[in-house]
């Protein structure tokens, strides 16, 4: 049995890598902003047989995902995932204009992660595995514009979460960030090409392999390295 922690897990491939975690016989912590809205999850939850418990935390928040880290009664955790994400402004920002945008998405997927991370580091020991969210949209590869909020935190994530992995490599944990594959999430929309059932069934299997010498590195969801 792996101890889990899920933030980001009120729905899509979150809730389903907490949903699959529990009927593999895991103990799940999945983490919400506001768990009286968190769809399907406390279904989940309360179907468990006390395998997964619900814990607010603001991923925005120090004070949030520190008092998160608090309630979750275990001594070690095997695996973090950190989903939570927006998409945020579509078009290119060329004009002057506010930066709301911008600092939300900075706050939620770049400093989000570091957050959840740090929380939780005093629970994470050898053998442990740090995935982060990422996006093919992160990479040099990717060939359109646009995203301006969205590209910056997750291009900015992958390089972050490659200096974490070399601070923490002496100590065993395993740390990197993926990219989900393009997914049938209210994010994704329902023509994508993948469902959450396919995504977070090969992120599992991603996440179990996942060895130390390859700490830092970027990988799409069923397992390939992705370019960055």
Do not use: C
């Amino acid at each position: 049995m792996a101890n889990v922690i899920v933030a980001g897990a009120s729905r899509g491939i979150g809730l389903e890598l907490a949903r699959q975690h529990v009927e593999a016989g895991d103990r799940v912590f999945a983490l919400v902003r506001d768990p009286d809205n968190a769809g399907e999850l406390p279904g989940l939850a309360s179907s468990s047989g006390g395998k997964l418990t619900v814990h607010a935390a603001d991923v925005t928040s120090d004070s949030s995902v520190a008092d998160a880290a608090k309630s979750v009664d275990a001594d070690g955790i095997d695996y973090v995932y950190i989903v939570a994400g927006i998409v945020g402004k579509m078009e290119p920002m060329l004009e002057p204009g506010d930066w709301d945008t911008f600092d939300e998405a900075i706050e939620i997927m770049l400093k989000g992660p570091l957050r959840v991370l740090r929380a939780f580091l005093p629970k994470l020991s050898e053998g442990s595995k740090v995935i982060a969210f990422s996006s093919q949209l992160a990479a040099s590869t990717w060939p359109y514009g646009g995203f301006y909020p969205y590209v910056a935190a997750k291009n900015g994530l992958n390089r972050m979460f490659r200096s974490v992995a070399i601070d923490l490599k002496d100590r065993g944990i395993v740390v990197g960030t993926i990219h989900p594959g393009y997914v049938q999430t209210d994010m994704g929309g329902p023509d994508a090409d993948i469902t959450p059932q396919e995504s977070a069934s090969e992120i599992r299997k991603l996440a179990e392999w996942w060895p130390l010498d390859k700490t830092g590195d970027f990988y799409k969801w069923n397992g390939e390295p992705h370019a960055w």
